[in-house]
């Protein structure tokens, strides 16, 4: 079963400040997305990571991938209030035959001005 | 594009009635996958389809639940009867199998109380 674990799980800071928001998974995998959710809000898309050693970035968000040690990091440079939201990683396992997708439990960000 | 769209956006029932949630995935694209949202077990996927067929329901919780896609551009997920453990927010998403990313494109969400 494929397990996908963020941390940290909540996550204060304030703004200005450089943090990273990691995720491990427990299989094989060669698809990571990150997805971001703004309270009452559905899941919109922020990166696609399709191959070991991708890297994505938009704006003050980059996302990289390491499929060696099944580790995923949304970095976030000089944190703004505007960013406050769920973020959630989400792999889509190797080999076919499983199309969805194992969400992470999210990371609650609040960025405090 | 609309997005994907869902229906209703709120429902409130008691327990022991049917639900019925409503989906119209993306034009073009040949999945379509079902996911609830709670605190406390976060996204979970329930069912999806690929090409209207049903291709994994083993998230489904138990019987009380099913899944239909008639056509390729209608789905419904159907609690009967349904419990107050079945309050959550309901996703319907949507995706093209191809080459590139398969980004999965979410709708809006059905907020389900059971009173």
Same mark, same amino acid.
């Given at each position: ?9 909540? #996550? *204060?800071?304030?703004?200005? +400040? ?9 299989? /094989?995998?060669? &698809? $990571? ?16 990571? #399709? *191959?070991?050693?991708?890297? +994505? ?9 390491? /499929?060696?040690? &099944? $580790? ?42 | ?115």
């Amino acid at each position: 079963e494929l397990k996908v674990e963020q941390n940290p799980l909540f #996550l *204060s800071m304030q703004e200005g +400040k450089n943090y990273t928001i990691y995720c491990n998974y427990s299989t /094989t995998s060669d &698809r $990571l997305y990150w997805y971001r959710q703004d309270p009452g809000k559905s899941l919109e898309s922020l990166f696609v990571l #399709l *191959s070991n050693g991708a890297v +994505k970035q938009e704006g003050r968000l980059m996302a990289s991938l390491d /499929t060696k040690a &099944r $580790l995923s990091t949304l970095h976030i440079t000089a944190a703004v209030h505007d960013l406050s939201a769920t973020y959630f990683c989400a792999v889509l396992l190797s080999g076919g035959g499983a199309d969805g997708l194992t969400f992470g439990k999210g990371t609650h960000l609040i960025i405090q001005p | 594009d609309a997005g994907v769209i869902q229906s209703p956006r709120h429902e409130v029932t008691e327990m022991g009635q049917e639900v019925t949630l409503r989906c119209k995935p993306i034009s073009g694209h040949d999945y379509l996958f079902w996911y609830r949202q709670t605190m406390m077990r976060g996204l979970e996927l329930l069912i999806y389809f690929n090409n209207n067929v049903p291709i994994d329901d083993s998230g489904m919780p138990e019987d009380r639940f099913s899944a239909k896609m008639p056509n390729a551009s209608f789905s419904t997920l159907k609690i009967q009867p349904s419990e107050p453990r079945d309050s959550a927010v309901y996703f319907c998403a949507s995706s093209r199998r191809g080459r590139e990313s398969e980004k999965l494109f979410f709708g809006s969400g059905t907020q389900l109380s059971v009173l």
